[in-house]
């Protein structure tokens, strides 16, 4: 600090000496300090020479060193401009080829299997030998000779050329095979078992099954027609093609069914259009995929033939009831008012309705009460006083009957009928009609190991026992069902609607069995038989 401090001082007295000597100057008369002056400049002036020279002798190794540098960098750029220049004319002399050009160059070499040529620059190609023998399989070129051809393959690689331009075609369809790319033909004609197909000259074959997908019912049809078409076989370098529409299609489809199914579930309601017909419902095209319209889901009301109601090519909405994978079940009936809903408010048992004969089966008949309303008549309410084996024996599908309503369960949906109930009970004074002893003609209706039921009339039948018969030596049997037979009425039961019978030959002496009837009706079912898939079992 103390140094510092002396250095400060130091400055301020250098500082205050040249104060005064400007003091003093001032003081001093103007030639002298004129002539001062001109002294000071003097001497600038002689030291301004040598001072550049000091200056130039500095710079001079300086300003050498820089232009070297600068030179040596310009050798460099010119060095790099005219490699890259080079290398563009290089790549330029390079010819640039496209699959179909028609190009030509001198023979380098042959081979046993190619010929090799230059085609300018640093690009050879190759042909196939074969391609360019005449007929008798003559080789008329030689190395040096200047060979014509198409580029038929072109890569970074490699260049292969051919004589003629169809080797071009059959190269470009020999990678739409590799890569199973669609090609465009025409249709020329039909061959045996499919068609000719014409593709940039090249003739293939497309079978008969693969050229639509649907079924081809007219074949001419697609003659002179323009279609894609994927080529499925490739053989012997092209001289066997074998070429698809049908595969085409069907991918179309399966993308269409794919996006349909993705739109569709249960419960949505869509429209179609009819393309085939049954007996048993309608397909119905969605849009790629088929939904079936069972027979039953046309309407409420009974169908007897799908075709009643719908035609080919008819548009129709319906509703997704089911699926199951690709299998779609329509129902036009969902979409329609359920008739049973209102019959149910309006019917009741006791009523009398008119109905028209659907269907018969073993457990009886199903009858349609009004449009879309259907009930059943059992078996064992067909007639009164009889035995009835089947609907048929009394009336037959399609005709047109009264019955009464017996029951009508609104829980289970079901309906059932009578039309013995509508029927004259022909027990009613009968016991003032047939007495006992009276003989009387009836007819075998049933044959059991008691005994035979012989119906003296419709509605009244007797029981014939089997000791009676052998008492008289006689015996009935299944063939005899259907005979007349004479017979004595033994006894009339008109509470319980029973008549015992005997042969009108039959000994006094013999013991009439009264436990006969208690053996039918030990035997007879209490209620009648029903099959499990009958809907009024239960009533």
Known sequence: MEKID?????????????????????????EIVEEKTLAVETEIVEKTPAIEEEIEEKAQPVVEEETEELVEDTEEETEESSFEHMLEESLANIQQLEVGDKVSGEILNITDSYIFVSLGGKRDAYAEKVDYKDKKGNLNYKVG?????????????????????????????EEAFESKVPIRG????????GYNIDISGIR???????????LVTDPQQYVSETYDFRI????????????????????????IKLETLAKLSIGSVVQGVVTRLTSFGAFIDLGGIEGLLHI??????????PSDVLNIGDTIEAKIIKMKGEKVSLSMKALQENPLDKAFEELQAGDIVKCKVLRNLPFGSFVEIRSGVEGLIPISELARGRRVANPSEIISEGDMVEAQILKVDKDKRKISLSLKELQPDPW???????????IVTGIVENVANFGAFIKIRDGVTGLLPNVK??????????????????????????AEKRISLEPTNMPESVYEAKDDWNKYKQQKPKKEDIIEDNPFANL
């Open 296 to 305: 039953s889901q046309f309407s409420w009301t009974h169908i007897d033939s």
């Open 232 to 255: 499925i076989d490739f053989k012997e370098n092209g001289r066997n093609i074998v070429v698809s529409r049908r595969v085409i299609l069907d991918e179309e489809k399966d993308q």
């Open 6 to 30: 002396e250095k400060i001082e130091q400055k301020d007295v250098s500082l205050n000496n040249s104060d005064e000597q400007v003091d003093v100057l001032s003081e001093q008369p103007v």
């Open 204 to 214: 293939v074959f497309c079978p008969l099954s693969h050229i639509d997908g649907k």
């Open 428 to 438: 009613d004074n009968l016991d003032k009609e047939l007495a006992v002893n009276d």
């Open 469 to 494: 018969l052998k008492a008289v030596g006689d015996k009935l049997d299944k063939n005899n069902i259907g005979q007349e037979y004479k017979v004595r009425i033994v006894k009339i039961d008109m």
């Open 186 to 193: 025409k249709v020329t004609s039909l061959t045996k078992g």
């Open 145 to 173: 000779d200047v060979l014509k051809g198409y580029v038929v393959k072109y890569s970074e690689t490699e260049t292969l050329i051919a004589k003629s331009l169809l080797a071009v075609n059959m190269r470009i369809l």
